[in-house]
């Protein structure tokens, strides 16, 4: 196919009932100059309908490529779809159960012509769910309302290690940033961890800034058996393997001393790894006055009005309860102690 302005790279797998309809909203684009690769990632012993579906699009649709390589895994078949950009300086993503809007690729290439600056671009999303599956779970509610607040270079780099802020089959990216990771050819890493997630932390660590549209150009189906739900690699301690890994090359270096304010699960994961990195922190605050006094990993237990004598350089935020978050930052704000937020989903 001929080099394209923007490649999509769709990676498909039991999709069937809803491909159809995605592919017809990349068709249906106001943007005309984009090339897509469909990666089918099923083996076909396991009949999926998708194979059938890709081929007979690549063979009407003169823009798309469909390949059929067996079942290989999502970040190989990521890999598969990415490569087939051949040149084109934009990237786009789209999964197989999504729908564009139609004007989604032309606000982006605007976009990032008008701002050179910008390497990675998200646009809010609208999550949904067909109507037999049932209301939208509040879980995904509470993720759109904190996702539709990050729009800034500023607010991504806030939030980056609380949860994932990109929405990934709503990303248009420039090419060239691939040249910026140690394997460009394979810029998903499979492992113990979100191929997504692992990227953007990755290409946040290379200088890449990101930004977000405030409108809404991707409809995100949402459902029970999503990867997101289902797979071993989506789970709170695969993110956190991903969170650790990015906040060792890019916090830890210049932290200095360091207190940890929240008594949760969540909280007890970054003492632990603060302490095997030879980084124990000096306090640790806790709301709860039984724990008060005590100790954590070495580490005093403390009321949040007793931390200031610490003296930390840095306070993370890892707290789960809704509104917690916020309540800690706008008191170590008064407090005058830098703090960076590590769980805690605002909305």
Known sequence: MATAQVHVAIPVRAVGPWLEAALQSLQEQTFSDWRATLVVDSAPEEHDSCAGIAQQWAQREPRIRALLPGRVGLPAALNLATAGAAGAPLLARLDGDDLCHPERLADQV????????????????????????????????????????????????????????????????????????????????????????????????????????????????????????????????????????????????QAGRIAVCGGGSESRRWIRALVEAGSQPVAVVDVNPKAIGNTRHGAPVVALEGLPSYQPDLAIIAVGTQGARAALEAALAGMSIRHLAVAGITG
Not at 166 to 180: G, I, K, N, Q, T
């Open 110 to 253: 605007q976009f990032l012509e008008d701002h050179p600056d910008i390497g990675v671009l998200d646009s809010r999303a609208e999550s949904f769910r067909d109507a037999e599956a049932g209301p939208l779970p509040r879980g995904m509610q509470r993720y759109q309302l904190w996702h539709d607040r990050i729009e800034s270079h500023a607010d991504f780099v806030r939030e980056f290690l609380v949860e994932n802020p990109v929405c990934h089959p709503a990303v248009m990216m420039r090419s060239e940033l691939l040249e910026l990771l140690e394997d460009p050819a394979q810029p998903y890493r499979t492992g113990n961890f979100p191929e997504d997630y692992d990227l953007w932390l990755r290409l946040l660590g290379t200088g890449a800034r990101f930004h977000k549209l405030p409108r809404r150009l991707l409809r995100w189906r949402d459902r029970d058996d999503r990867a997101t739900r289902t797979d071993s690699i989506y789970k709170r301690s695969a993110f956190f393997e991903a969170k650790w890994r990015s906040f060792q090359a890019r916090v830890l270096p």
